[in-house]
């Protein structure tokens, strides 16, 4: 090789190294800072109900949902700020609580970061008071109330007992034509007819005082043979004698309790006197028992002590 060839090798070299070690040395270059990801911003605000429509006094919990411009979604419901278009209808606390207040129509609005969502609420009416048949227990010919009397819708599940005032109230009835039957110590068995519609009716029942015949010791007839009777097959099985006597009954009382005693005198005198003697039976001698079909349709509560 030449002296002018080595000569430009050499230079050539230095050249290479003086580059590189200016750059490794890192004196005259800047590294670059990387820029940070911009901020997502809010796009919109959604706010979603529980559905179904309130009646007043009721609430329901609204909740806000926050769009964000990088796609994703924030819930934002404890930080953004409600309100009621119609206060007089519902009102909301700052946790999207809304409260109905009465029927009608309000938009409730969730603000977040200057960007307001919305969604309606729908108050629906108070369902209407529920309807009764309603009425007044009296003595018959008298104002006299009569508190503690059992009514029953015949043929139906419904009853209700009377109060001191005589009042009664029965729910539910469906409309058309019902007997009502009202039992009440003391008293015979009264019926009346009632038409109801739309569950509504207003029926006052009267009640005869039961008679209880032969004078105090209330024998319904004494020792003279007469008085109402009753079938024997007409006593329940498992009939309860009051003072503990023993079976078989032999007269049914005014209140429905059960005598099994062996004379007349003094029989039910503490329970109303005498309603009907039990035929055949020791004290209905010189009595005609009536047609059991006739007695089973009078109501006598069983086991009355």
């Not at 090789?1 to 090798?9: A, G, H, N, P, Q």
């Not at 800072?33 to 919990?61: D, K, M």
């Not at 068995?189 to 009716?201: D, F, I, K, P």
Request: aromatic content about 2%; glycine content about 16%.
């Amino acid at each position: 090789m030449s002296k002018k060839v080595r000569v430009l090798v050499a230079l050539v070299a230095c050249t290479l190294v003086v580059s590189s070690c200016g750059s490794d040395g890192g004196g005259s270059s800047t590294p670059t800072t990387p820029t940070p990801p911009a901020t997502p911003t809010v796009t919109g605000v959604t706010v979603v109900g529980p559905g179904g429509t309130p009646t007043p006094g009721q609430t329901a919990q609204f909740t806000a949902t926050a769009a964000l411009s990088n796609g994703t979604t924030q819930a934002v419901t404890s930080q953004a700020t409600w309100q009621s278009s119609n206060t007089g209808i519902a009102t909301v606390t700052s946790s999207g609580l809304v409260t109905a207040v009465a029927a009608g129509q309000a938009e409730i609005r969730a603000t977040y970061q200057n960007m307001t969502g919305t969604a309606g609420v729908s108050v629906a009416s108070p369902p209407p008071p529920a309807q009764a048949l309603t009425g007044v227990v009296r003595e018959e010919g008298t104002t006299t109330v009569v508190g503690g009397a059992t009514i029953v819708v015949k043929d139906t599940a419904f009853s209700a007992t009377s109060d001191s005032s005589g009042r009664y109230s029965i729910t539910g009835v469906a409309s058309g034509n019902h007997t009502l039957r009202a039992t009440a110590s003391g008293f015979d068995l009264a019926e009346r007819t009632v038409t109801v519609v739309g569950g509504s009716a207003t029926a006052d029942i009267s009640m005869k005082r039961t008679s209880t015949g032969g004078g105090g010791s209330g024998g319904g007839g004494g020792g003279s043979g007469s008085g109402s009777t009753c079938a024997a097959s007409s006593i329940p099985a498992n009939a309860t004698c009051i003072g503990n006597g023993t079976p078989p009954v032999t007269a049914v009382c005014s209140d429905g309790a059960y005598s099994c005693s062996q004379n007349r005198s003094g029989t039910c005198s503490t329970h109303g006197g005498v309603k009907c003697w039990v035929c055949p039976g020791v004290l209905c001698n010189g009595l005609t028992a009536p047609d059991p079909a006739a007695w089973l349709s009078m109501s006598v509560a069983p086991g009355r002590r």
